[in-house]
T-cell receptor, first 112, second 109 residues
Framework: IAGITQAPTSQILAAGRRMTLRCTQD?????MYWYRQDLGLGLRLIHY???????GKGEVPDGYSVSRANTDDFPLTLASAVPSQTSVYFC???????????FGEGSRLTVL | GQNIDQPTEMTATEGAIVQINCTYQ??????LFWYQQHAGEAPTFLSY????GLEEKGRFSSFLSRSKGYSYLLLKELQMKDSASYLC??????????FGAGTTVTVRA
């Protein structure tokens, strides 16, 4: 089934550890996004990529980095996790020029 | 940047109609979107407006007034499965979507 796959589904992490959330899509979409969702705050854009080889900062990029080596993969890395990064992380993709985002099932991250 | 406001919660009875309002202030506008998100699940696309007026899609309709920075999502003939969060989102000139905090709709029998 075509779509977006995120891994891990859930993770508990000690503060200060490095963590990479993986995201892979098989729809050949140009654009990919990482959002975090927190109660009362909604979805906030962390980083995005309009095409392979390019990335950009969203609303809340600090403490996170991304890479886009190819069309399909868009990993999100927390270099040194802090408790405020406890959240549900959603990866999404779209055809550039449309606003119809296709979301992965989310990765629930808890930083202790 | 974007400033998007929508009510936090709404409750309605099965079979009724509910209207979810969304107001926005934006530095660049390239379309308004509505997404549905059931508890514990990923958001899914519902509707898209880029020009003023009403877009109808089955039981769901969405309206946009660009001059007023205003949109609404209308849910008709409510069903229990419509209990979910509804997210208003604005696309900027760089094709990035910014989301409101969402409106949780509870449908009661």
């Amino acid at each position: 089934i075509a779509g977006i796959t995120q891994a891990p589904t859930s993770q508990i992490l000690a503060a200060g550890r490095r963590m990479t959330l993986r995201c892979t899509q098989d729809m050949r979409h140009n654009a990919m996004y990482w959002y975090r969702q927190d109660l009362g705050l909604g979805l906030r854009l962390i980083h995005y990529s309009n095409t392979a080889g390019t990335t950009g900062k969203g609303e809340v990029p600090d403490g996170y980095s991304v890479s886009r080596a190819n069309t399909d993969d868009f990993p999100l890395t927390l270099a040194s996790a802090v408790p405020s990064q406890t959240s549900v992380y959603f990866c999404a993709s779209s055809e550039r020029g449309t606003g119809e985002l296709f979301f992965g099932e989310g990765s629930r991250l808890t930083v202790l | 940047g974007q400033n998007i406001d929508q009510p936090t919660e709404m409750t309605a009875t099965e079979g009724a109609i509910v209207q979810i309002n969304c107001t926005y202030q934006t530095s660049g506008f390239n379309g308004l979107f509505w997404y549905q998100q059931h508890a514990g699940e990923a958001p899914t696309f519902l509707s898209y407006n880029v020009l003023d007026g009403l877009e109808e899609k089955g039981r769901f309709s969405s309206f946009l007034s660009r001059s007023k920075g205003y949109s609404y999502l209308l849910l008709k003939e409510l069903q229990m499965k419509d209990s979910a969060s509804y997210l208003c989102a604005v696309r900027d000139g760089d094709y990035k979507l910014s989301f409101g905090a969402g409106t949780t709709v509870t449908v009661r029998a």
